[in-house]
């Protein structure tokens, strides 16, 4: 199992990477899929960043993150 901070740091930095790739923006109208981040994660062999100890939930705060980096938080 992973430590969350270093998942944290992850799944931020990839999160731009799978912005970067798919040709999202930040702070874009359109709604980026948390769902295809997670599927693409799986994908390049990072779907072990997602396995971590929190109280709320392992995707709940992966989405989070994706949020912030993708400046979607004003959906949540």
């Keep these: 199992m992973e430590k969350k901070a ?4 992850a799944i ?7 912005a970067r ?3 999202i923006q930040r702070g874009q109208t359109d709604l980026p ?6 599927t693409w994660l799986g994908q390049k062999g990072y ?3 997602l396995n ?7 995707l709940y ?3 989070q993150w ?5 400046e979607q938080t004003w959906r949540n």
């Design 12 to 18: 931020r930095s990839l999160t731009t990477n799978w």
């Design 21 to 23: 790739e798919n040709g």
């Design 66 to 70: 994706f949020d912030e980096e993708l």
């Design 6 to 9: 270093d998942c944290e740091r």
């Design 47 to 49: 779907s072990h960043y």
């Design 33 to 38: 899929s948390f769902s295809a981040f997670c």
């Design 61 to 63: 705060d992966a989405e």
């Design 52 to 58: 971590f100890r929190t109280s709320t939930g392992p």
